[in-house]
């Protein structure tokens, strides 16, 4: 199937585990290989027939839009939370009338992956099924990944369903910050300020939130540290 046309691009964070890197540069443009992590991603949608990408911006606002502003593909739209950093779930509800009606991508601008044989993003678009599915989460494999300093989020079943991690357990695979939603959670909410992660939660627990494996190795590029160990990496892969 075709896919998304439309993006969501999370750019508003404060890169807090990012310091001191971040005290004078917003982390979506920490480069990592000599190109800002916000790049990797929009590249990545561009090659794959997505229209546009609304970024958020807050923190250090200026010099995103001053990044992005001879991006051509995809067309950048800029949802500008200033006044208020209205996280991940309240960003994604102010850009509604942006996103439209039709199923997004969702992207964080903290990580990126060297695809496998096959586009990530189109084997997501390939395998979305809105009938079964409120969303479908891009998931690697902890282990090999590079950068994961937390015991996992999601187990997986082998139809794909994903369940939240049992916080006693590891679980094998995190999320990437990658996916496909449905606009329609967010119409009628009546906070402006929310998280995203309980919507995911709601829909694991209903039997409707799916994972797709990451063919490829992902970066998670958290902390000061960690841009070398991906550099390291990205000299033993193809981008």
């Known amino acids: 199937m075709t896919g998304p046309k ?9 890169g807090t585990r990012m310091r001191p890197l971040t005290d004078t540069k917003p982390k979506p443009l920490i480069e990592v290989a000599n190109r800002a992590l916000i790049d990797y991603s929009l590249d990545r949608f561009a090659e794959n027939g997505v ?31 200033r006044e208020k950093l209205l996280d991940q779930g309240g ?18 601008t903290d990580a990126f992956w060297v695809e496998g044989p ?18 479908m989460l891009l998931v690697a494999p902890g282990a090999g990944s590079i ?3 937390w015991p996992g989020d999601f187990d997986m079943a082998p139809d794909g369903r994903l369940s939240r991690r049992d916080p006693q357990k590891v679980a094998p695979f995190v999320y990437t910050g990658v996916g496909i939603l449905k ?8 906070e402006d300020v929310f998280r995203l992660a309980p919507y995911f939660w709601r829909a694991a ?29 990205m000299d033993k892969s193809v981008l």
Request: glycine share 10%; hydrophobic share 45%; with cysteine.
């Open 6 to 14: 439309t993006a969501f691009v999370f750019a508003a964070g404060l």
């Open 51 to 81: 229209e546009k990408a609304i970024v958020n911006v807050h923190y250090l606002a200026d010099q995103i839009e001053a990044h992005l502003k001879g991006r051509e593909r995809p067309r950048i739209v800029i949802s500008n939370e």
């Open 91 to 108: 960003g994604i509800k102010k850009a509604l009338p942006e996103i439209g009606g039709e199923p997004f991508y969702v992207c964080n």
């Open 118 to 135: 096959r586009s990530n993003l189109a084997r997501l678009a390939a395998a979305w099924d809105p009938e079964r599915m409120d969303a």
């Open 147 to 149: 950068g994961v300093d």
């Open 183 to 190: 606009p329609e959670w967010f119409e009628g909410v009546q």
């Open 205 to 233: 627990e209903a039997g409707r939130l799916f994972g797709l494996r990451l063919d490829g190795l992902w970066l998670h590029v958290g902390r000061p540290e960690t841009i070398a160990e991906a550099e390291a990496a």
